[in-house]
């Protein structure tokens, strides 16, 4: 299956507040046709998807500004009625022998180390918009049927 072309049409939300890594991510799902939003602040961040309306998926940094953390959102977005059924992916320079169980455990669906590999990347959102799971950087395409 070509993962990539499951981005395509897609509505993507980033939640990451460095601007380079958020603009590397956002360039490369836009590449695959995806509609994207990115929030680097993490204030009223489901507001913000609300506003974005009918999100597909979205990529949540862990380490955010002003005392909140990936989590703390995630939790929101799971107690809310309108977001719990959006899945929710790490994309983190976070300790992955750390997080990535922590990540797993709380429910996300999956974890994806940074710096990001830009030739996966897409096609990494892409399985992971086709059902599967993603949990860490080593991705074969063709593992996923």
Same mark, same amino acid.
């Given at each position: 299956?070509?993962?990539?072309?499951?981005? &395509?049409?897609?509505? /993507?939300?980033?939640? %990451?507040?460095?601007? $380079?890594?958020?603009?590397?991510? @956002?360039?490369? +799902?836009?590449?695959?046709? &995806? @509609?994207?939003?990115?929030?680097?602040f993490?204030?009223?961040?489901?507001?913000r998807?609300?506003?974005?309306?009918?999100?597909?998926?979205?990529?949540?940094? +862990?380490?955010?500004?002003? $005392?909140?953390t990936?989590?703390?959102?995630?939790?929101? +977005?799971?107690t809310?009625?309108?977001?719990?059924?959006?899945?929710?992916?790490?994309?983190?320079?976070?300790?992955?022998? /750390?997080?990535?169980? @922590?990540?797993?455990?709380?429910?996300?669906r $999956?974890?994806?180390? @940074?710096?990001?590999?830009?030739q996966?990347?897409?096609?990494?959102?892409?399985? /992971? +918009?086709? $059902?599967?799971?993603?949990?860490? %950087? %080593?991705?074969?395409?063709?593992?996923?049927?």
């Amino acid at each position: 299956m070509n993962f990539l072309m499951s981005v &395509a049409g897609k509505r /993507i939300f980033i939640v %990451e507040d460095n601007a $380079g890594n958020g603009t590397i991510m @956002k360039i490369l +799902l836009q590449a695959a046709g &995806a @509609k994207v939003f990115v929030d680097r602040f993490a204030i009223n961040t489901l507001q913000r998807i609300h506003e974005a309306e009918n999100i597909d998926i979205i990529l949540m940094d +862990l380490m955010l500004p002003n $005392g909140v953390t990936g989590y703390d959102i995630y939790d929101q +977005l799971q107690t809310n009625p309108e977001f719990a059924h959006i899945p929710v992916v790490v994309v983190s320079a976070s300790d992955p022998a /750390i997080e990535m169980n @922590k990540a797993r455990a709380k429910g996300f669906r $999956g974890y994806i180390p @940074k710096p990001i590999n830009n030739q996966h990347f897409a096609k990494m959102i892409g399985a /992971i +918009l086709e $059902g599967h799971t993603v949990w860490g %950087e %080593e991705f074969n395409e063709y593992d996923y049927h």
